[in-house]
């Protein structure tokens, strides 16, 4: 078979693999057993769910005091960790939207399970708003409903509004996105289960699949409607974090009133996003046995887009202080002095180490193309980025404008069991989703495997 | 009347291809093609129009934009105007300002998902809905043409022979 690309370009997808081979590989994980890592992994998970379950019902039954934020630090934690689930759900889209519309065909192994990532980071991410409402069977509140309910009519001059429709546009657009394309994989799983004999999981498959059929009309409108969702996704996801940052900016809080702030949170967003991809990437791809389909090229280019968001975010960060210094303002001068040498300068230099120096280290080809050395990078970006959003939050509330309000933030036991919990449902989501769903795109790798198999390259 | 269905099973898209253009060239009509991906080039050789999914989803979108300038109005301008921080709310366009990131995300709520909605009615597709592919290998890697025998001139045993000579590897026949 003639290959169809050049020669020079290094094969996305290893070993010697047809579309029968792809289908066997994929579907494995969903027709065998679980190993016993597997259940390791879910139990340890499922249990750290059901504490950060439990602290939020006890958050809910006590009333939000039992959280460490005060009158000084309203937020704290609860928006940190929120800011935090946000930015990690938009690699996912970038992924599956954005990388479409470049026509980048290394997506293709790795889009279904960052869009995965996407709708759970999310669903993390909205369980912390809705609790710091206190009274969280009031939360439809938020929608605009009218005045009988208790309130006027909702604000549409709010940043915290507009981050409802953001947030819950995002949240259904990627759910229908991600389902759309899941349904031609889950018939090709119904089938398998159907050679397989098994008419049990294959009723379950087929509900899945919608009772797909792969013809050609319904393919031809597959990829149309693939098309322009992403064309769609692509200035949302981009809109959603920038909405997510006026909170912030549109406030009078000194290291929070900047217009940089759009920008610089949408690249630390996609830059917290590749982090947490790469991190589960490289699990899933040794324990699902994908070692062909997410390989060193794979993680090579997200690596790339890791240095490139890395350094938008380092820039943002100097551009800050420069700001600060230059705009003659006492108060944003001492809140990035604050920052950098007051009592949470910890913090502060975690940020700065974790996201501006370590993701430096991918401009050497051997670090970038080594799986340990970018695993363990994921990991700091994962750290750094937290710590971004704690130090942007937390130090720049704890010192207002009135000396004598100045404290000092300390989470309780209930904040860290809530944080924890939501890493507990995020990874309990995702396991399950490694077991019952197809964790790439079958139907899509299949049709690059010519341009792009090492079978067929030759 | 017994209507009479001829497949061709294909191991290979660019083998189906192929033949389905020689097929087509000779007058044999093709009613579809099943796969497990998208073969690019198949639907102007088989007669499938554009979508016009696209031109929907602009219209959801604007209809979208519309209501939420609407709510927004009616909310906030004229049933109860409120003076939020010294914003001007007597008028729409003086408000428009702060208006734009909701009114963004309403259009594209709309458009996404009426298109969605649009395309599983359009297929057919929901839950409990039953699978018409022939064969239950060509959502692996097996493709396969249906043609029709009552949309063509030819008889069965010419458009076998077709198939064959192009590269189908089973051709099966079935009545219903």
């Known amino acids: 078979m003639a290959s169809h690309e050049a020669h020079i370009r290094e094969p996305l997808i290893l070993g010697q693999k047809d579309y029968h081979q792809v289908t066997e590989d994929i579907t494995y994980p969903i027709a065998g057993k679980a190993n016993k890592y597997w259940w390791m992994a879910f139990t340890a998970s499922f249990i750290t769910m059901c504490w950060g379950v439990g602290c939020l019902a006890y958050t809910v039954g006590t009333g939000i005091g039992v959280w460490g934020s005060n009158k000084t630090v309203g937020w704290a934690w609860d928006i940190t960790n929120f800011v935090w689930w946000i930015g990690i759900g938009h690699a996912g889209t970038l992924i599956s939207a954005v990388l479409l519309l470049f026509r980048q065909k290394w997506r293709m192994s790795i889009n279904r399970s960052a869009e995965a990532m996407t709708i759970f980071a999310v669903i993390c991410a909205a369980l912390f708003p ?29 940043p915290l509004l507009w981050d409802v429709f953001a947030i819950s546009t995002y949240f259904t657009v990627s759910l229908v996105f991600w389902y759309l394309g899941l349904v031609p994989d889950f018939a090709t799983v119904r089938d398998k289960f159907a050679r397989m004999g098994k008419p049990f999981q294959q009723k379950i498959y087929n509900i899945l699949s919608f009772g797909w059929s792969g013809n050609a009309r319904a393919w031809h409108r597959f990829e149309e409607l693939s098309l322009v969702l992403a064309g769609l996704s692509t200035p949302l996801v981009l809109s959603v974090h920038t909405i997510v940052s006026m909170d912030f900016a549109t406030s009078v809080i000194p290291g929070w009133h900047t217009t940089i702030f759009p920008p610089y949170f949408v690249a630390g967003a996609i830059f917290s996003g590749f982090a947490m991809v790469l ?50 303002v006492e108060y944003e001068q001492y809140a990035f002095l604050n920052r950098a040498s007051g009592p949470y300068w910890w913090a502060y230099w975690s940020m700065m180490t974790c996201n501006v120096i370590t993701p430096q280290l991918f401009w050497i080809k051997k670090i970038r193309r080594n799986f340990t050395a970018t695993f363990i990078i994921s990991i700091f970006v994962n750290i750094g980025m937290w710590f971004e959003r704690f130090v942007i939050i937390v130090t720049s509330l704890h010192r207002d404008y009135l000396p004598s309000s100045w404290t000092m933030f300390h989470p309780t036991f209930i904040d860290i069991g809530i944080f924890v919990g939501t890493l507990g449902i995020f990874f309990t989501l995702f396991l399950l989703f490694c077991r019952t769903f197809p964790v790439i795109a079958m139907a899509e790798l299949k049709s690059i495997l010519k341009s792009s198999g090492n079978k067929y390259k030759k | 009347m017994s209507k009479k269905i001829i497949y061709g099973l294909f191991d290979d898209e660019e083998i189906l291809l192929k033949s389905a253009k020689d097929m087509v060239s000779k007058g044999v009509r093709i009613k579809d093609v099943f796969s497990p991906f998208p073969i690019h080039g198949i639907d102007p050789v088989i007669g499938i129009p554009r979508t016009r999914l696209a031109i929907g989803s602009f219209v959801y979108g604007a209809t979208g934009l519309s209501l939420a300038w609407l709510m927004m109005a009616y909310m906030l301008i004229w049933d109860w105007p409120m003076d939020i921080g010294g914003k001007p709310s007597q008028f729409f366009y003086m408000n428009l300002p702060a208006f734009i990131p909701v009114s963004f995300e309403t259009t594209v709520f709309f458009a996404a998902h009426g298109m969605a909605l649009t395309y599983l009615i359009v297929n057919r597709l929901y839950p409990g809905q039953q699978p018409y592919n022939p064969d239950n290998r060509t959502t692996d890697d097996k493709f396969m043409v249906q043609i029709n025998l009552e949309d063509n001139k030819k008889s069965a045993e010419e458009i076998k022979s077709m198939l064959s000579a192009t590269g189908a590897v089973e051709i099966t026949e079935k009545e219903s």
């Open chain 1, 130 to 158: 809705v609790f710091h409402m206190g009274r969280v069977w009031l939360a439809y509140w938020v929608l605009p409903l009218p005045n009988q309910f208790g309130s006027l009519w909702v604000n549409f001059n709010s």
């Open chain 1, 279 to 328: 991190t589960l990437m490289l699990i899933a791809r040794k324990t699902l046995n994908l070692e062909d389909y997410i390989t060193v090229n794979h993680v090579e280019s997200m690596n790339k887009i890791i240095i490139l968001t890395g350094s938008i975010v380092g820039v943002a960060y100097l551009t800050e202080l420069f700001i600060s210094w230059y705009s003659g």
